[in-house]
């Protein structure tokens, strides 16, 4: 079975740009979530997504924002970048909403650094 | 508020034991999870812990006091390739996870 997929690897951008990034969750599973890891604040939740719907939001500014495709592909965007935004970008999928035993499968991340 | 704290770094050697410790203050609790991360790699799972006890796999094992807020991963027999860094998240609720900002564990021969 492959695993999560997340396109682009690494991405380079300029501030006040917006750029969006894509997800292919583990076939079958329908639940993503994304996480934003930096060196200073380690792994940090953004937001979830089950059935095309956002179930939970981390506390991140609403130029994050994100979606869910009945495919279960998701995509994140983040506009008006800022160099603060500069981190990789983890998305991660569970067969399962919802239940507290249901491990989440991480993809390689994207490496976003705005300049 | 959210909390979850670890030790930023340990170091140990071949073939010997480590535990390392986690502590959670978080609003809402549905499991602590553990997940060891290579540099440059994405997370991988290692173990899940729901109710008090112990969980067990193969060289690895986690520890869950829920009314402690306590956990702890011990890795035994370890070896150069559990160099890594080693997070702790617990799941607050809907598949969000929270997590520690990690314990990077050196193993020297």
């Known amino acids: 079975k492959a695993g999560v997929t997340q396109t682009p690897r690494y991405l380079i951008k300029t501030r006040g740009q917006q750029v969006t990034l894509s997800c292919s969750p583990i076939?079958?599973?329908?639940?993503v979530s994304w996480y934003q890891q930096t060196p200073g604040q380690g792994l940090q939740f953004l937001f979830e997504?089950?059935?095309?719907?956002?179930?939970n939001k981390g506390n991140f500014p609403g130029r994050f924002s994100g979606r869910q495709f009945s495919n279960s592909r998701s995509e994140m965007n983040v506009s008006t970048l800022e160099l603060g935004d500069s981190a990789l970008y983890l998305c991660a999928s569970s067969p399962r909403p919802g239940t507290g035993g249901n491990e989440q499968y991480f993809g390689p991340g994207t490496r976003l650094t705005v300049t | 508020g959210q909390n979850i704290d670890q030790p930023t770094e340990m170091t140990a050697t071949e073939g010997a034991i480590v535990q390392i410790n986690c502590t959670y203050q978080t609003s809402g609790f549905n499991g602590l999870f553990w997940y060891q991360q290579h540099a440059g790699e994405a997370p991988t799972f290692l173990s899940y812990?729901?109710?008090?006890g112990l969980e067990e796999k193969g060289r690895f094992s986690s520890f869950l006091s829920r009314s402690k807020g306590y956990s702890y991963l011990l890795l035994k027999e370890l070896q150069m390739k559990d160099s890594a860094s080693y997070l702790c998240a617990v799941n607050t609720g809907f598949q969000k996870l929270v997590f520690g900002t990690g314990t990077r564990l050196l193993v020297s021969p």
């Open positions: 076939s079958g599973h329908r639940s």
């Open positions: 997504y089950f059935s095309e719907t956002q179930r």
């Open positions: 812990n729901v109710l008090d």
